[in-house]
């Protein structure tokens, strides 16, 4: 039986089936515009290889996040990871060899902004 998070024990385990975590990354996993640390990047890392996914949303760009974060964690495992840039404007993806991938898989800037919306961009 999964135990979940309760005010007596203070305690949460999670069912072994969870393949997603979801973070912010300011003021969560980094504070702004600075490196995540090495036990944050450590902790990451044991996320990927256990097979767990990465979902990273930050109001930064793709090479903000890359720069502070997914540049430190192991290349073999960035396919797992997911970038929401922007607050969710565009979400961007990595091949097995751990590059970016040359598209976003979704982008509201390249589909809803016309070339005028683009350039106040």
């Known amino acids: ?3 979940r998070y309760s005010m007596k024990n203070e305690k949460m385990i999670f069912g072994i089936n969870k393949r ?15 490196h995540a640390s090495d036990d944050i990047i450590y902790g990451l890392n044991n996320l990927l290889k256990r097979g767990i996914g990465l ?21 073999g495992s960035r396919y797992r990871i997911l970038v ?8 961007w993806g ?3 060899r751990g590059e970016l991938l040359p598209c976003p898989f979704y982008s509201k ?7 005028e919306m683009k350039a106040k961009w």
Request: hydrophobic share 40%; charged share 30%; net charge negative.
């Open 20 to 34: 997603l975590v979801i973070s912010d990354v300011d003021d969560t996993l980094a504070y702004p515009y600075m």
């Open 109 to 115: 800037y390249e589909e809803a902004f016309n070339d």
């Open 94 to 96: 990595f091949d097995e």
């Open 55 to 75: 979902f990273f949303v930050s109001g930064q760009g793709i090479a903000n996040i890359r720069q502070r974060i997914i540049d430190r964690l192991d290349p």
């Open 84 to 91: 929401g840039t922007c607050s969710g404007a565009e979400v």
């Open 1 to 3: 039986m999964k135990e």
